[in-house]
C-alpha cells in the first residue's frame, strides 16, 4: 500500500471482510486460527500446570525435610536432654504440619556432636537439634555455685546447612526450629522455676541467666548463603543459561547452511556438515560459557577462597579454591551444551514457530525441579533429579559455597544429556532437511 494526502490506498481489487468473494479464504482462517489458540490454550493448561504442581501440597511433604534430635545430655538426673526430646515427641505425634523431627540415639553418633554436623553437612537431614553434653550439670552448676560466666545457648544448638537451598531453609527450616525454640522455652521454663523456687538457700542474683532463659539454642549454620549478589549465579540467571544455548540455532543455522547452498562453490558431505555443526556449536558454548561466567566474576562473587572442613561453619569456602572459577566455567560449559543441544535437535524437528513451545516446555521443568526441592514435590517429580538445570544448581552450590561434593554426578548426567543430544543430532538434520525439500 501507498499513501496519498495522508491517507492509505487500498489495493487494487481489495474487498470487505464478509464479501462473499472471500468466503473460504475466511472459512480457513477463522478455522487455523481457532486451532492455533486452541493449541496454545491446551499448551498453556499443561505445561504451567508443571510449574504450579512443583509447589502443590508442599505442606504435606514437609516432614521430608528430615530434622535429627539428638540428646547428648543423658545422665540419670538430666532434665534439659528429656526435655528436649519431650518436646519433639508432642511435635511428631501431633496432627500440625511440621518439618520431619527424628529422634536419634546419642550411641549412633561415636563422635559426639561433630559426627552429627557431618551429617547435616552430608545431607542426610536437613537441620539438626543437639542437646550438649552435661547440659543439665552445667546449669545446675550455675545456680548453685553463681557461676556468672553461664552461656544459656551453650546448652544445645541449631546445625543448618543454608546454601544448600537458601529458600527452603528461609521458608521451613529456620521457622520450623524457631517454633521448637519456643515451645521448649514455654514448656521447661515454668518447670524449672518452679524447682528454684523450692530451694530457698539458692542466691540467683549472680546469674539470672541461668533462671531465664536457663536454657538456649546457638545457631551454627556450617555453610551460609550468602552475598546476595550470588543469589542470580544459583537461580534465575541459569535460565539465561537456557535462552543463550537456545537462540544459538536461528543466529548460526544461515551460517552453516552456507555449506549446503548449491551455488558458486561443491556444497559440502553432509557427515561432514553434521560434524561441523556439532563441533562449531559445542565452541560457541565454550565462549559463550566463558563470558556468562564472567558476569558473576565481574560482581565479585567469591571464586578464590580456600576449602573448609565440613563440620565447621565457613563463608564461602570455594571447593577448589584458586581452580573454582575455571570448574565454574567448565560446569557452565558442559551445562549450556546439555541445555542448548536439546534445543537445536527440536528446533529443526518443529522448526519455527513451534519450537517455542519446547524452549517454553525446557525452561518450565529445569526451573520446576532446579530451583524448587525436588523433596518436596510430588513423587511425580522425581525425574527432576536427572534434568540438567538441578545438577548444574548442584554442582553450583559446592563450587560456590563449598556444599556436599556430588561433581561426579553431576557432570556425568549432564555428559549424558550431551551425548544423547549428539547422537540425535543426525535424525534432526534428516527430519529438518526432508520438511525443506517438500517445503514443510
Not at 130 to 137: K, L, Q, R
Not at 156 to 164: E, P
Not at 394 to 416: C, K, M, N, Q, Y
Request: some cysteine; charged content about 15%.
Amino acid at each position: 500500500m501507498t499513501e496519498s494526502g495522508g491517507k492509505a490506498e487500498e489495493p487494487k481489487g481489495a474487498v470487505s471482510f464478509f464479501d462473499p468473494a472471500i468466503k473460504q479464504v475466511r472459512r480457513q482462517v477463522i478455522f487455523q486460527w481457532a486451532r492455533t489458540v486452541l493449541m496454545l490454550c491446551v499448551f498453556v493448561l499443561c505445561v504451567l500446570s508443571l510449574f504450579w504442581s512443583v509447589q502443590f501440597r508442599v505442606e504435606a511433604k514437609l516432614p521430608a525435610l528430615k530434622v535429627w534430635v539428638v540428646d547428648f545430655d543423658d545422665a540419670p538426673d538430666a532434665i534439659v536432654g528429656p526435655a528436649v526430646r519431650n518436646v519433639a515427641n508432642n511435635i511428631i505425634n501431633s496432627d500440625s504440619e511440621t518439618v520431619g523431627y527424628e529422634i536419634k540415639p546419642s550411641a549412633d553418633f561415636t563422635h559426639g556432636a561433630e559426627a552429627v554436623r557431618q551429617s547435616v553437612y552430608d545431607e542426610h537431614c536437613y537441620a539438626a537439634v543437639i542437646v550438649n553434653a552435661n547440659a543439665t550439670s552445667a546449669l545446675r552448676d550455675a545456680v548453685t555455685t553463681g557461676n556468672d560466666a553461664y552461656n544459656p545457648s551453650d546448652a544445645a544448638q541449631f546445625v543448618i546447612l543454608s546454601a544448600r537451598d537458601q529458600s527452603t531453609y528461609s521458608s521451613y527450616i529456620t521457622p520450623a526450629l524457631s517454633s521448637f525454640e519456643r515451645q521448649l522455652r514455654s514448656e521447661f521454663g515454668p518447670q524449672w522455676i518452679a524447682s528454684l523456687a523450692q530451694q530457698q538457700s539458692l542466691n540467683l542474683s549472680r546469674t539470672p541467666q541461668a533462671v531465664n532463659p536457663a536454657i538456649a539454642f546457638n545457631t551454627l549454620d556450617l555453610r551460609p548463603f550468602g552475598p546476595a549478589v550470588i543469589t542470580p549465579t544459583v537461580t534465575i540467571g541459569l535460565i539465561y543459561l537456557i535462552i543463550l544455548a537456545f537462540f544459538n540455532f536461528p543466529f548460526l543455522m544461515p551460517i552453516h547452511a552456507q555449506f549446503i547452498k548449491p551455488g558458486a562453490h561443491p556444497t559440502l558431505k553432509i557427515s561432514q556438515w553434521l560434524i561441523w555443526r556439532i563441533l562449531s556449536n559445542l565452541a560457541a558454548y565454550f565462549f559463550l560459557s566463558l563470558f556468562y561466567s564472567f558476569v558473576s566474576l565481574a560482581f565479585q562473587i567469591p571464586f578464590f577462597n580456600s576449602p573448609a572442613p565440613d563440620t565447621v561453619s565457613a563463608s564461602n569456602p570455594n571447593a577448589y579454591g584458586k581452580g573454582s572459577f575455571v570448574v565454574f566455567w567448565m560446569l557452565n560449559w558442559v551445562g549450556m551444551a546439555a541445555l542448548g543441544l536439546p534445543c537445536e535437535n527440536m528446533a529443526m524437528i518443529l522448526g519455527f514457530p513451534w519450537s517455542s513451545f519446547f524452549l517454553i516446555f525446557w525452561v518450565i521443568t529445569n526451573v520446576s525441579t532446579g530451583f524448587y526441592a525436588v523433596d518436596l514435590a510430588p513423587g511425580f517429580f522425581a525425574w527432576g533429579y536427572a534434568w540438567p538445570l538441578h545438577r548444574i544448581v548442584e554442582a553450583l552450590r559446592t563450587i560456590v559455597f563449598g556444599t556436599h561434593s556430588r561433581i561426579g554426578l553431576d557432570f556425568g548426567i549432564l555428559f549424558a544429556w550431551v551425548a544423547a543430544s549428539i547422537a540425535f543430532f543426525p535424525f534432526a538434520s534428516f527430519v529438518m532437511r526432508w520438511k525443506m525439500k517438500r517445503g514443510l
